[in-house]
């Protein structure tokens, strides 16, 4: 599934000492099915971008084994993790803030 960026969100822009913060969300699609992915994002020193919680993924994705059953919550947020970090989310993010 390919997914693309859908929109970032500031929604604690950085001033008066504190860091900036947001959301940014994803949409997959295989041609068949649609998938989101959305996670909160923090702003470090420098421009350099985080996300707030790899545990707190938001998603209508479910994962199944070989087997067919449904993942356990651990391992699906491992597999969205895996996904999350072939997306350059982190230059949406800075774009967002005004550095690109």
Avoid: K
């Amino acid at each position: 599934m390919q997914f693309a960026h859908l929109s970032t969100q500031v929604l604690i822009n950085g001033e008066g000492g504190l860091p900036a913060m947001g959301q940014t969300l994803w949409q997959g699609d295989d041609g068949e099915a649609l998938a989101g992915v959305a996670w909160d994002w923090v702003s470090m020193s420098a421009g350099v971008v985080a996300m707030v919680d790899p545990m707190a993924l938001v998603t209508n994705l479910q994962f199944l084994n070989a087997r067919g059953e449904v993942l356990a919550p651990l391992e699906s947020a491992r597999r969205l993790n895996e996904i999350v970090h072939t997306l350059p989310w982190q230059y949406e993010v800075q774009r967002a803030l005004g550095y690109h």
